[in-house]
């Protein structure tokens, strides 16, 4: 190809990984380049993490539709869930395969971070970089940007947290690994492509029973009780952040 054939390719290719608009009524607006949120536990120590939502890279690339993902999951909170699960910050980005698209994502959160938090550039699976462009933060300025009694000030910067194991609830005594609540388990075969795409976790066994957006399950509750709406699990492992997984599980 003529060199001069070359950049313009190139300049298209770029352009293209450029959301259409960034300027979205009701949300405010923060570049953060060629990286995602990856968000702690909020002050309270529960997962801000709602769900994430994905898009064909072909498609347009769009905030919009992450904001109205945003606004539908907000939504259905109020009307069926006495509002669990606010809706207040999102992450849209372009996952690129070895530096190819691959999808469009759209994190949601029940709390807005800022770019500090913009931590994760992607990982190796396999022989395979996943990496991350055109990231945009957007914070809801119809509800306040933290949960009710939380800021994002209290929380542990990103430069002090380790990966030391949750303080949360010990595992009820029937389940001597870890005792969850999680929103789904599934085989990880069933959501291959969001569980070993941007939750990060890829088992050697595809048929590996996965705990997803879950929380530990309180001591004092049982065995196998667990708030309505979420699904009793005994885990061997527990992966925290946005997507909150369980690994190697078994059904309480």
Not at 18 to 43: K, R, V
């Amino acid at each position: 190809m003529h060199p001069s054939l070359l950049l313009i390719s190139l300049a298209s290719f770029a352009s293209a990984l450029e959301p259409i608009s960034t300027d979205i009524p009701g949300f405010t607006t923060t570049a953060l380049d060629n990286a995602a949120i990856q968000a702690p536990p909020g002050c309270n120590g529960k997962d801000t993490y709602i769900t994430v939502k994905t898009f064909p890279a072909d498609d347009p690339f769009d905030a919009q539709r992450c904001a109205q993902a945003c606004e539908a999951e907000t939504q259905f909170n109020l009307d069926h869930l006495n509002g669990r699960a606010i809706c207040r910050f999102f992450n849209f980005y372009m996952s690129l395969k070895n530096g190819l698209p691959d999808q469009q994502v759209c994190a949601l959160y029940t709390q807005a971070w800022d770019a500090s938090y913009a931590t994760n550039e992607g990982q190796w699976r396999g022989d395979d970089h996943y990496t991350i462009t055109g990231s945009y933060a957007f914070t809801n300025t119809t509800h306040d940007s933290d949960e009710p009694g939380c800021s994002s000030s209290s929380v542990t910067p990103p430069s002090t947290l380790t990966t030391t194991t949750s303080t949360g609830a010990p595992p009820a005594p029937t389940c001597a690994a870890i005792g969850l609540c999680c929103m789904n388990v599934a085989p990880w075969s069933t959501n291959s492509a969001i569980w070993g795409g941007p939750c990060g976790y890829t088992p050697d066994n595809p048929s590996e029973l996965i705990g997803a957006r879950c929380i530990f399950r309180p001591a004092a509750s049982g065995s196998a009780s667990c708030p309505t709406g979420l699904m009793a699990a005994c885990c061997q492992g527990f992966i925290p952040g946005q997507c909150a997984l369980g690994t190697r599980c078994t059904r309480m």
